[in-house]
Each structure stands twice: as C-alpha cells, then as structure tokens.
C-alpha cells in the first residue's frame, strides 16, 4: 500500500504537470510560434490556448505592437561631395509572426542594417541644399524602399524619421556666411525699392500739385479775362455815354471824363512803388476847371441841392503851384 500511493502521488503530479504544459495564456499584443519536434506548426493568439503536451513548444514570443528602432549615426557623403552626419529612427510593427520568427535571423538588426543602407543611397543622389531642406521628401523615399524591403519577413515599416543632419563646422560657418549674405541683400533689395516707392509718390504728388496749379492758374485767367472784358464793356458804355453828351453838345460830360482819367492817372503816379518823391509843373486851374464841370453835371442830375459842395469846389482860388522847369532862352 505504501508503493501504491507512491504511486498515486506521482501520477497525480504528472497529469497536474501535464495539464499545465498543455495550457498556454498569451499576453496581449504578443503571438507565440509553435514548433512539433522542431517544425514550426502554429501560432498562438492573445488568450487562453491549448497545445499537446511534450510534443509541442513555444518556438518564438513575438511582440506584435509597433516598435521604434534607433538608427545610429553615420556620415553621408552629398551629391556634391559634402559631407554629413546622418541618424534617424524607424517605426514598425510585425504583422506575421511566423516570418518575422523564421524569414530572418535578427529581425531588428537586419532593419537597422537596412535602413543605414538606404539612408546612404537616397541622401547620396542629393546635393547638400537638398538634403538640408527636403526632410519630408528623403523620409518618403526611404520608406518606400525600406518597406518593400522588409515585407518577405512580416514586418510593416510605418514610418522612418530623420532626426539630425549634421554638416561640418567649416560647412556650417559658410552656410551661415552665405545666409547673411542673402539676407543683408534681401534688406537692400526691400530699401530701395522702397525708396523707389517714395519717389514714385513724391513725383505723383508734385504731378497731382501742378496740375492743380495750372487749373487754378487757368480759372485765375478765365476770371482775370472776364473782368477785364465787363471793364471794357462798362469802359465802351462810359465812353459811348460821353460820345452821345458830347454829340448832343453837352461838353460837361467830356469834362467830367477827362477829369477823371486825369485824377486817376495821377494817383496811379504817386501809389508806384519805386516812386517815393513826384514834382511836376501842373496846371491846377484846368482841373478845377473839370471839377466845375462834375458840378454842372451833378446840378444837371440830381437838382440844385447835389451841386454846392462841387461848386464851392471849383470856385476855391487855385493854389499855387511852383513853376520847376527851367527857364526858356
């Protein structure tokens, strides 16, 4: 009885054993791989899976989430033969296990191997301004090729970023020569075409003011000439006016007319500027004469009452004007 229990016990621990063989739980995001005697057969899903127990094995615990890969520095050699240091990082995610287990031996080294080599080849076909400022259009192409690449192997590249592009010291010192070069260029460009705009203006500017000077100018002379066309015509009816009194033999009128022009001759003559002293022999009593003969007409228009003040006028003694002109011989 005791060896039977023995026995017993040991049976029991070996189909406990047995059962928990046969029992797999797979975490999520992984897939294992089952290999029979070697041979790869399945793959487990996440979940509660069931092998046969000391005839299959997990093979391979593959993680099938999406994994960032570093790529490590290396220098590139331009188009130009400029040359620079280059890293950058790879995003990718297996979507069969069983290729990514036995299509290849180092899944993540072959990826960074793969992706160096790439990077060589596509930067390598550009000039170094190209590869400065082409990021998007480098990371599409090395994804495009690197993605082909890896697919026999179960492995989808999502994306591959260039991180850092590093030329050389000496590079960079011109590169940034060169930038404030441009840039000193651009600020002259931009002042004097601003200066150019000034000009532009100032000459709209004086365009626009002469033109309204010669349109006040020509106003000024449109009105100018019809002043002197309303004084020439009350000047052609005063004159029509003393034409009709003299024909009808009236000679007061040409007094008065003559005096007048006589008067205002001489106050032109003392109002000129670059007159300051007028000493002239006139003869006083020909203009009271007229003044006596602005009365009569005032007399004849207006009635007795109108008359006194040129009447007294004239009958004032004339003064006495000194004769200035030399003696005749």
Do not use: C
């Amino acid at each position: 009885m005791f060896g039977f229990d023995i026995f017993a016990i040991a049976f029991v621990l070996l189909v406990i054993l047995t059962l928990f063989a046969g029992v797999k739980t797979v975490p999520q995001g992984y897939d294992w791989t089952i290999e029979r005697f070697g041979k790869y057969t399945r793959s487990l899903e996440p979940g509660l899976n069931l092998i046969i127990p000391y005839f299959d094995r997990v093979g391979r615990k593959v993680n099938m989430m999406e994994q960032v890969i570093d790529i490590p520095q290396q220098e590139v050699i331009s188009k130009d033969n400029a040359t620079v240091t280059v890293d950058g990082v790879t995003f990718f995610q297996v979507f069969d296990a069983a290729k990514a287990s036995y299509e290849v031996a180092n899944l993540n080294q072959a990826i960074v191997t793969l992706t160096m080599t790439n990077i060589r080849s596509v930067m390598g076909a550009m000039d170094l301004d190209q590869v400065l400022s082409h990021r998007d259009e480098i990371n599409e192409r090395l994804l495009r090729v690197v993605d082909a690449a890896v697919s026999p192997w179960g492995v989808k590249v999502n994306r591959i970023e260039i991180k850092d592009i590093v030329p050389p010291h000496d590079l960079v010192e011109a590169m940034g020569r060169q930038m404030k070069a441009e840039r000193v260029k651009r600020a002259d460009i931009l002042q004097a075409e601003g200066q150019r705009q000034s000009e532009i203006l100032r000459a709209e500017g004086a365009k626009q003011a002469q033109i309204l000077q010669a349109e006040g100018r020509r106003e000024a002379a449109f009105r100018d000439a019809e002043a002197r066309e309303r004084a020439a015509e009350a000047e052609a009816k005063a004159t029509q006016m003393v034409s009709d009194a003299i024909a009808s033999g009236d000679m007061a009128a040409l007094n008065y007319f003559i005096a007048d022009k006589y008067i205002k001759a001489f106050g032109q003559l003392a109002e000129a500027p670059n007159q300051k002293v007028v000493m002239l022999p006139i003869e006083a009593t020909a203009m009271l004469g007229s003044l006596g003969g602005i009365g009569e007409i005032a007399r004849a228009t207006f009635g007795d009452s109108a008359a006194p003040a040129a009447t007294a006028a004239a009958r004032r003694p004339a003064p006495t004007v000194p004769n200035t002109a030399p003696p005749r011989t």
